[in-house]
């Protein structure tokens, strides 16, 4: 089955850097795009970044452009992100996601359990 698991999260001052890992199986990797979105405490869940299969495009949400980057090893099954110039804001839990086609109009999103970032002084 498909399971995406997240690492990395934690505490950090407002400045400062996290890289989030998400390891990937169930699936065929290399074949999907792979997602990065984020929930703060009362509010929806955000994109914060995507990566092509390929890893050769990515693209970001307005708010954290070029502080975020994203990237995948698709040798290792896995999906990272970089996060620098981190704020208070930045402060939510922060899930991988896939989304698996089962036809030519849709599909399955799969979510990881989350890891939680925590930007403070």
């Known amino acids: 089955q498909v399971q995406l698991v997240e690492s990395g999260g934690g505490l950090v001052q407002p400045g400062g850097s996290l890289r989030l890992s998400c390891a990937a199986s169930?699936?065929?990797?290399?074949?999907?795009?792979m997602n990065w979105y984020r929930q703060a405490p009362g509010k929806k869940r955000e994109l914060v970044a995507t990566?092509?299969?390929?890893?050769?495009?990515?693209n970001y949400a307005n708010s954290v452009l070029g502080r975020f980057a994203i990237s995948r090893d698709n040798a290792k099954n896995m999906v990272y992100l970089q996060m620098n110039s981190l704020k208070p804001e930045d402060t939510a839990v922060y899930y991988c996601?896939?989304?698996?086609?089962?036809?030519?109009?849709?599909?399955?999103?799969?979510w990881g359990q989350g890891t939680q970032v925590t930007v403070s002084s």
């Open positions: 169930g699936f065929t990797f290399s074949n999907h795009g």
């Open positions: 996601n896939v989304l698996l086609p089962t036809s030519s109009y849709s599909g399955n999103d799969y």
């Open positions: 990566i092509a299969n390929t890893g050769r495009s990515t």
